[in-house]
């Protein structure tokens, strides 16, 4: 890959890294509600699953789309009703008590796993492979997950860490759910870029 093609490759991984979506509007609300250590997790398996994601779609599961347009509707169907899903759990979520067992933060394979509902990371993938490796080579596959893989987990990171400093505002009980509901409400709004491309 040529290196201005690389560069492009990267500011692109980047800015999409970094922009709001369902993965860095959940990292900002687990590390509002549960703090950056026990975020860590969630970061990790964001990060690390949407590298392994890029990794299978750049050697064959692009061309399943290609060959099967269709597939990629019902894709997005099932993604914008989890994400729906999702919107709701978090703007019913009551603030977490010691000792409740409620309220606990998203997993590494929750998190790793909800990669392959999300259509922002679709979005990005399938973007990523159509603009900057249109030869869809096993090196070119392995050349965009690993750009990937070196920007998506600082960037991810960052949106926690923001969510963490937020908890000095969220000290009562109201406003950790109202922070939960306007998150809720931006991760419905987060859908609707996705949903006309």
């Known amino acids: 890959m040529a290196y201005d093609l690389l560069t492009a490759l990267a500011l692109f991984a980047f800015v999409s890294s970094i922009t709001p979506g369902p993965n860095n509007l959940m990292l900002m609300a687990s590390g509002a509600n549960f703090g ?3 975020t860590v997790p969630h970061m990790l398996g964001v990060a690390l699953g949407f590298v392994f994601m890029v990794l299978l779609i750049g050697i064959g599961l692009i061309q399943v789309f290609d060959a099967f347009p269709a597939s990629y509707i019902i894709l ?4 914008v009703a989890y994400l729906l899903y999702l919107a709701w759990r978090i703007s019913v979520a009551a603030p977490a008590t010691p000792g409740s067992g409620r309220g606990r933060p998203i997993t590494f394979l929750q998190a790793a796993a909800f990669q392959w509902v999300n259509p922002k990371a679709w979005a990005m993938a399938l973007t990523a492979f159509s603009v900057y490796a ?4 096993i090196a070119a596959a392995f050349l965009v997950a690993a750009v990937f893989g070196a920007v998506n987990l600082p960037s991810v990171a960052s949106w926690a860490f923001l969510g ?3 908890t000095r505002f969220l000290t009562k009980p109201a406003r950790l759910v109202t922070f939960n509901r306007i998150m ?3 991760l419905i709004l987060s859908l609707f870029p996705v949903l006309w491309t």
């Not at 249109?134 to 080579?137: E, K």
Request: proline share 6%; with cysteine.
């Open 36 to 38: 950056l250590r026990k």
């Open 76 to 79: 997005k169907i099932c993604s």
């Open 134 to 137: 249109p030869d869809q080579s």
């Open 164 to 166: 963490q400093k937020m």
């Open 184 to 186: 809720a409400g931006l």
